[in-house]
């Protein structure tokens, strides 16, 4: 739209007039009202909130539309029509977007808007800006010297893979396909896959995927089984289906308390939702038959 607007192209009235209506009509429905199990999700993703934003995070909201602005003014010395363009859009598109993230996320009365998340409108904002960048560096600053190319990259390469394992130690940097895996949480879930039924109903920790050496490994993905609900991936799956909120605080409030789990409290769980698995970390729990074990992780039968 903002593109079509200052390129001033303009539509005839009648189709203007449906674009309207439909923009009009397109929310009713979509966003019932907030419940309380609704709202505590939406209160564990601070993020949702611009209110709640720290400062640092209200930085990369203007710092890009600050440089997105400089590249204006350079196109526009340069003779870079199209940059000049795209540069007055997106600072516009990051401005409207923020004023919709206040208006919706700021007043209580508009948290059932919230699912909407605005300000990941900065998705496309911070990728063009990063080809914006990159081109403008080729073309004024890089140029067809390799040595300025390698003292930029390296360094930027360097730090992406010193983070990369940081973040994630316990998984090979490369994993090439057909490669045994070499985290214990992935071996857990293939074994899982290839020696359980596929209607299997699982239980981990509700919190696993924050676990040490788990890596934000999916369980669901990996294994290809059904589990109880989680903390941390199924919240935000709620957080867009309001619908779900209720059955998925009833499966987390059931897991309170994890980590003191008993055979009988997985037994509990059988008898309210039928798992008849459960993943735990070494070294378990007594009483359990548990089939498959590693380094770190057991897979046990719930019976």
Known sequence: ???????????????????????????????????????????????????????????????????????????????????????????????????????????????????????????????????????????????????????????????????????????PHIELPGAAPRNDWVEAFLWIRDHTPVSAYFVLDPDHMEVPGEDQHGFRAIAERSRLADNVKDSGAVTMFPSLAETWREQVQAQAGWINFKADNFRRLKGKFGVNWVVLQKPGVPSLNCPYQNNAVLVCRVE
């Not at 019932?32 to 993703?45: C, F, G, I, K, Q």
């Not at 930085?59 to 602005?69: C, D, E, M, T």
């Not at 795209?86 to 996320?105: E, H, K, P, Y």
């Not at 808007?113 to 914006?132: D, G, K, W």
């Open 1 to 171: 739209m903002l593109l079509w607007f200052f390129s001033r192209q303009a539509k005839p009235r009648e189709e203007r007039n449906y674009v309207i209506v439909g923009a009009a009509l397109l929310p009713l429905g979509l966003f019932p009202p907030v419940t309380n199990a609704y709202r505590e999700v939406l209160d564990s993703h601070s993020y949702f909130f611009v209110s709640r934003w720290k400062w640092y995070e209200w930085l990369g909201i203007f710092a890009p539309l600050v440089l997105l602005w400089w590249f204006r003014r350079i196109a526009q010395k340069q003779n870079l029509p199209v940059l000049n363009f795209m540069g007055q859009s997106l600072v516009t598109f990051g401005l409207c977007f923020f004023l919709v993230a206040l208006i919706i996320t700021v007043p209580a009365r508009f948290t059932n808007l919230t699912e909407l998340q605005p300000m990941r409108s900065l998705h496309l904002v911070y990728i063009v800006l990063f080809v914006f960048a990159g081109g403008l560096l080729a073309q004024f600053v890089l140029r067809d010297r390799g040595w300025r190319w390698l003292l930029l990259f390296l360094p930027i390469c360097a730090g992406m893979w010193i983070t990369q394992r940081q973040l994630f130690p316990a998984t």
